[in-house]
T-cell receptor
Framework: DTGVSQDPRHKITKRGQNVTFRCDPI?????LYWYRQTLGQGPEFLTY????????KSRLLSDRFSAERPKGSFSTLEIQRTEQGDSAMYLC??????????????FGEGSRLTVL | DQQVKQNSPSLSVQEGRISILNCDYT??????FLWYKKYPAEGPTFLIS?????DKNEDGRFTVFLNKSAKHLSLHIVPSQPGDSAVYFC?????????FGKGTRLHILP
């Protein structure tokens, strides 16, 4: 399967714990996006990378959130000191685009976080 | 601040009929519009898109119409099939960022 893969698919944690999600994009894609989706809402933009450079971060991404994409390949999203409000589906997407437009995103199946 | 709005949370359509999903936007700087489809337990998948310089794009049973003066776009599915039952997200991009609406759940009735 050469699509976008995310791991783990589901994470249950206690409030205050740290969690890390991993995303492996489609190999030739240079852009990688993180979105968060809660019940009844559409995906909300968190951050994106072009190769290894993090180009934009949403104000939704508090100091407890950090994302990396070392070497421009896979990416990790870490949430420190989790809170119950962090419970959501975390979606990763990648795209191959040159120029200005974002283009079509290819999404993974998501990592669902439940904070107890 | 919801820049992309889908005001109908759900829509039911008889199989074989036309499904019309609507979307409004507020940011006149959006230059590209997309529709995504999502099944339960899966990530959204790209369906069809349209550049802001066009007013219509067609791909098989799917057609997207853009009315820039009204800041409105719609997705037409004809004829509707049972496999079209899903959540449909309208999205718009400005530069590298894509912003999504809340989605409309489409039910295709037998």
């Amino acid at each position: 399967d050469t699509g976008v893969s995310q791991d783990p698919r589901h994470k249950i944690t206690k409030r205050g714990q740290n969690v890390t999600f991993r995303c492996d994009p489609i190999s030739e894609h240079n852009r990688l996006y993180w979105y968060r989706q809660t019940l009844g809402q559409g995906p909300e933009f968190l951050t994106y990378f072009q190769n290894e450079a993090q180009l934009e971060k949403s104000r939704l991404l508090s100091d407890r959130f950090s994302a990396e994409r070392p070497k421009g390949s896979f990416s990790t999203l870490e949430i420190q000191r989790t809170e119950q409000g962090d419970s959501a589906m975390y979606l990763c997407a990648s795209s191959l685009r040159t120029g200005r437009a974002a283009g079509e995103l290819f999404f993974g199946e998501g990592s669902r976080l439940t904070v107890l | 601040d919801q820049q992309v709005k889908q005001n109908s949370p759900s829509l039911s359509v008889q199989e074989g009929r036309i499904s019309i999903l609507n979307c409004d936007y507020t940011n006149s700087m959006f230059d590209y519009f997309l529709w995504y489809k999502k099944y339960p337990a899966e990530g959204p998948t790209f369906l069809i898109s349209i550049s802001s310089i066009k007013d219509k794009n067609e791909d098989g049973r799917f057609t997207v119409f853009l009315n820039k003066s009204a800041k409105h776009l719609s997705l037409h599915i004809v004829p509707s099939q049972p496999g079209d039952s899903a959540v449909y997200f309208c999205a718009a991009s400005v530069g590298d960022k894509i912003i999504f609406g809340k989605g409309t759940r489409l039910h295709i009735l037998p």
